[in-house]
C-alpha cells in the first residue's frame, strides 16, 4: 500500500490539480486517480528515453564488460529490493518456479547504479522483470524497450500500454506461477524484442516536443517569473 508520505503528496496534487489551466501527468492510471470528473484539461505524456544512450548492442561485449557468465540466463531486476511496493519477494517466489525448468537462470538486482551503465545491464541480460505493486511511468520500462529486451510485467503504471504488442513482452499477473510463465517464454525463445522499432513515439524529443506544443497551443500556462 502507499505509505503517509504518498498518501499526503496525492492529497496535495488533486488540490493543485483543481486549480490549474492544465495538467500533465505520466499514465492514465495517473490521470484516473488526480481527477475523476473532468479530464479535458489533463494530457498523458510518459517519460522520454534518450534512444542515443539506451540502444541496442552485443549482448557477449556487455557480459565481458560486467564480468557476468556467458552461459546463464539472466533475469534483470532493476528496482531497490528494499522497497516494498517493488516486491523483490515475488520476483523471487517467481525464480524458484522458474528453476524447475531453467536452473541455470539467475535473478540481478540492480540498483544505486549510474545511468552510463544501465544500458550494459539491459544488453547482457536475458529479460526485465518489475513486479511492482504501482508505478507512474515506469522508466526502466521503456529504457529496455530501446535496447529490444524482452520485458515481463505486472499491470503497474504504463507498463502494460507501453509494452502492448511488442514481441517478446509478456503482460502477467501479480502471481509467481504466471510471472515465472512469462519469463520461460521468452527464455525458451531466445529471441529480443523489437520494442525500439515499436517505442519511436517514446523518444526524448519527441516527448519534449509534446510538451512544447501545449505550451504554444494555450494547454497549459507557462510559470511566472519570480
Known sequence: GQTLRSRVFVLLSKIAAHFSAGIIVKSEEMRACLLRGDRSRTKVIPNGVDFDHFRPFDS????RSLGL????RY????????????????????????AAEFPEAELLVVYHQPQEVLPTYMNACNVLLMTSDWEGSSNVVKEALACNLPVVTVDAGDA??????????????????K???????VLRSGLRSDGRS???????STIARSVVKLYLDGQVRRPCAA
Not at 534483470?76 to 517493488?86: A, H, N, V
Not at 510471472?179 to 517464454?185: D, E, F, R, S, Y
Open 198 to 204: 515499436r517505442s519511436s513515439s517514446l523518444e526524448l
Open 75 to 98: 533475469v534483470l531486476f532493476p528496482s531497490t529490493p528494499y522497497e516494498k511496493r517493488k516486491r523483490i519477494d515475488l520476483a523471487e517466489q517467481a525464480m524458484e518456479h522458474l
Open 69 to 72: 557468465d556467458p552461459n546463464r
Open 179 to 185: 510471472i515465472a510463465q512469462g519469463l520461460a517464454a
Open 60 to 63: 557477449g561485449e556487455a557480459r
Open 160 to 177: 502494460w500500454s507501453v509494452t502492448c504488442g511488442v514481441e517478446q513482452c509478456f503482460q502477467v499477473a501479480r502471481a509467481p506461477e
